[in-house]
């Protein structure tokens, strides 16, 4: 563990990183993949809305011995045509779902769940969710949705800058498309827990976007009066400072989710979990993805279309085309090029853009001290022998 904790503080000082941004077609090819999949699944299988979208009725059985699949078995048939969903319930009961069936038919439906489960009628309960009621709350959970990704533009262009907001929305997208093309391919209900469970990955997912976007702003400033690094450069520093803090955020969200999904409702059969635990797991996952390998990659794409980013990115290449010929020049003459003065260039550049990029130590090292670099270049005061400190001007 504590190599660990030394190699985050090595990625937050910028002493080691991985050029996330500089392999971003990649993560865009994966990504790409991904939501291709999550599409088809979507298309193919669907989702399996619960009955407060679509309607229909619920039944709960008193505590008893049957298991689901025998209760699935004897059922079968006796559903008016529509399938039905058995879970247990942690009172020892069942939980029987039947999906687009009216009052009338759901009283014929009870009766025949009672007699094939040998329970009484009477104690069977009833819940009916009539179809219009369902639509309503579809109609309202998608307006909620679009009103909370508009806010959320809003926010992060005034916050930040326009291109900040397109990356966080793209991401979200992404992690949306993931999570509801999992649920169409596992064929778990669709509940109003599931979308409590996406608007909160949404914000899991901003929260690890919005801290990279944060430390980026704060890097670039004044970006533009140096030239030795990239927008881009500058993008994949920000992100390795923040690597370690956004996958311990997430590890510590996934074990409590990941227990409720497995445990609770794997092991322990409390199938109304499943719904939230596993929009929040598939979602957390995929949020901590896009904010690493999906945001800032498209920050960076977007700012490098810039003509001052464009301007710097050759002020940048070309001088280190004059560092690598003076390199050569050195090498030839026997000398080191790291002893010998400095070039002049990129001494313009502020100090805090220096450390932002990640490059701390002596020109071609990406560590060490500025200080002893500093403490190299001062001159040597031949006056000063023997230990003694006189003050400039005539000797007495």
């Not at 040998?118 to 307006?143: C, F, M, R, T």
């Amino acid at each position: 563990m504590s190599k660990l904790g030394d190699i985050g503080h090595r990625l937050h000082r910028g002493e080691i990183s991985y050029d996330f941004v500089g392999h971003r077609k990649i993560w865009y090819g994966v990504s790409i993949l991904i939501t291709i999949a999550s599409i088809v699944g979507l298309i193919v299988n669907g989702l399996t809305l619960g009955i407060e979208f679509s309607g229909g009725a619920v039944f709960t059985t008193p505590k008893t011995s049957i298991s689901v699949s025998d209760a699935q078995h004897k059922i079968s048939g006796d559903t008016a045509g529509h399938d039905a969903t058995v879970q247990k319930l942690g009172n020892g009961g069942l939980r029987i779902q039947v999906s687009d069936i009216d009052t009338d038919v759901s009283q014929q439906v009870k009766t025949k769940i009672a007699t094939d489960l040998n329970l009484p009628s009477d104690k069977i309960d009833a819940e009916i969710v009539g179809p219009s009621w369902g639509k309503e709350i579809s109609q309202k959970a998608l307006e909620g949705l679009i009103i909370f990704l508009v806010l959320v533009v809003i926010y992060l262009a005034i916050a930040f800058e326009w291109r900040m907001a397109v990356a966080a929305l793209v991401a979200l997208l992404h992690d949306l498309t993931i999570t509801t093309g999992v649920y169409a391919i596992v064929g778990f209900e669709v509940t109003p827990g599931t979308a409590i469970g996406l608007l909160t990955i949404l914000g899991y997912s901003l929260y690890d976007t919005v801290v990279v976007f944060d430390g980026l702003k704060e890097a670039t400033k004044g970006i533009t009066k140096q030239n030795r690094f990239t927008y881009s450069q500058f993008a994949n520093r920000s992100l390795n400072g923040t690597l370690v803090r956004s996958i311990n955020t997430t590890i510590v969200a996934l074990l409590p989710v990941g227990a409720l999904l497995f445990i609770g409702g794997g092991i322990l059969g409390a199938g109304t979990l499943n719904d939230i635990a596993l929009a929040l797991f598939v979602g957390l996952t995929a949020g901590a993805y896009s904010s690493i390998f999906i945001a800032t990659p498209i920050v960076a794409d977007l700012k490098e279309r810039e003509p001052q980013m464009k301007a710097l990115r050759k002020r940048v290449l070309a001088k280190r085309n004059a560092d690598a010929a003076k390199a050569e020049q050195a090498a030839a003459r026997g000398e080191d090029p790291a002893e010998g003065p400095e070039d002049g260039h990129g001494d313009d550049e502020p100090e805090d853009s220096r450390a932002a990029a990640g490059v701390v130590g002596p020109r071609g090292q990406g560590s060490g001290s500025t200080a002893s670099r500093a403490t190299r270049s001062q001159p040597v005061n031949r006056n000063n022998r023997g230990g003694r400190n006189r003050p400039s001007g005539k000797r007495r």
